[in-house]
C-alpha cells in the first residue's frame, strides 16, 4: 500500500507546486477538495488591497483598481497561473482546464468564506504566527507553542462569539436575532405605513371639516343678507 502525505494549502500557492524547480514532486502531486466539515465552510485567504486616503496619488490608485477589476486583466491574470473570483472567469471551460488545481478551486469556492470576515482574524492570525515562532526557536517545544496557541486562540473566538459557533453567525450575531431581523424591519415598515395612513386620514378629516365649517358660515351670511333684503 502506498503512503500519500496530505497537505492542506491555499490554491493561490498553487503555481509553485507546478514548477519543477522549486518542486521535484510535481510530478507525484494530485490536488483534492477541502471536506466542508459540519457547518459545510470553506475558506479563502490571501490579502486585501487598500488605498490610503492621504495617497498624494488618489486617483491613479483608484483607476489602477478599476484596471484590475476588468475581465480581461482578470482574465489575463488567470493565464499567467494566477485565480480570480469573478464568475464569469471561473465557469470558462478553458480557465477549469488551464491548471490542475482549478477544477478544484471552483468547486471549493461555491462554499468558501472570506477568513478577513471575521474581525478578530488579524489577532488569531498575529497570535498563532508569535505563538509558533517560540515553538521554532527553541522558547517552547512544538508541543506547547500549538497548546499555548490554541489557548489563545479559542479565547479570542469565544470572546468574539459568545453564543458559540452553532448559535451565531460568522458576522457575529446571533442565529435568533439574524432571523428576528427581517420581521423586525417588515414591523417597522408596517408602522410607518399605519401612521402615514393615520395622518393621512387625519388631514382629510382636517381639510372637509373646515370646508363645512367654511360653506356653514357661507350659507349663515346667505340667510341673513336674505333677510336683509327682504326687508
Avoid at 94 to 121: C, G, H, M, S
Avoid at 136 to 164: F, I, R
Avoid at 184 to 201: D, M, P, W
Wanted: proline share 6%; net charge positive; with cysteine.
Amino acid at each position: 500500500m502506498e503512503r500519500a502525505p496530505l497537505a492542506c494549502c491555499g490554491c493561490f500557492f498553487g503555481p509553485a507546486f507546478l514548477n519543477e524547480t522549486v518542486c521535484p514532486m510535481k510530478n507525484k502531486l494530485h490536488f483534492i477538495s477541502v471536506p466542508k466539515g459540519e457547518q459545510g465552510i470553506g475558506v479563502l485567504g490571501g490579502q486585501g488591497l487598500g488605498i490610503m486616503r492621504q495617497s498624494p496619488n488618489l486617483q491613479a490608485a483608484k483607476e489602477l483598481f478599476s484596471w484590475l477589476l476588468l475581465p480581461e486583466t482578470q482574465y489575463r491574470w488567470s493565464e499567467l497561473g494566477g485565480l480570480t473570483t469573478m464568475s464569469s472567469i471561473m465557469q470558462d471551460y478553458e480557465f477549469i482546464l488551464r491548471q490542475p488545481f482549478n477544477i478544484v478551486y471552483v468547486a471549493n469556492f461555491a462554499f468558501t468564506k472570506d477568513l478577513w470576515r471575521l474581525p478578530e482574524y488579524f489577532q488569531l492570525m498575529r497570535t498563532h504566527m508569535e505563538t509558533l515562532h517560540k515553538g521554532m526557536t527553541g522558547e517552547l517545544t512544538p508541543m506547547a507553542a500549538l497548546q499555548e496557541a490554541a489557548t489563545k486562540e479559542q479565547y479570542e473566538v469565544d470572546k468574539n462569539h459568545p453564543c458559540g459557533p452553532s448559535e451565531c453567525k460568522h458576522d457575529g450575531f446571533p442565529e435568533w436575532a439574524a432571523i428576528l431581523i427581517p420581521f423586525l424591519v417588515v414591523g417597522v415598515l408596517f408602522v410607518v405605513v399605519l401612521v402615514a395612513v393615520v395622518v393621512g386620514a387625519l388631514i382629510a378629516v382636517a381639510v372637509m371639516r373646515k370646508r363645512f365649517i367654511q360653506k356653514g358660515i357661507n350659507m349663515h351670511r346667505t340667510v341673513i343678507f336674505g333677510r336683509r333684503a327682504h326687508n
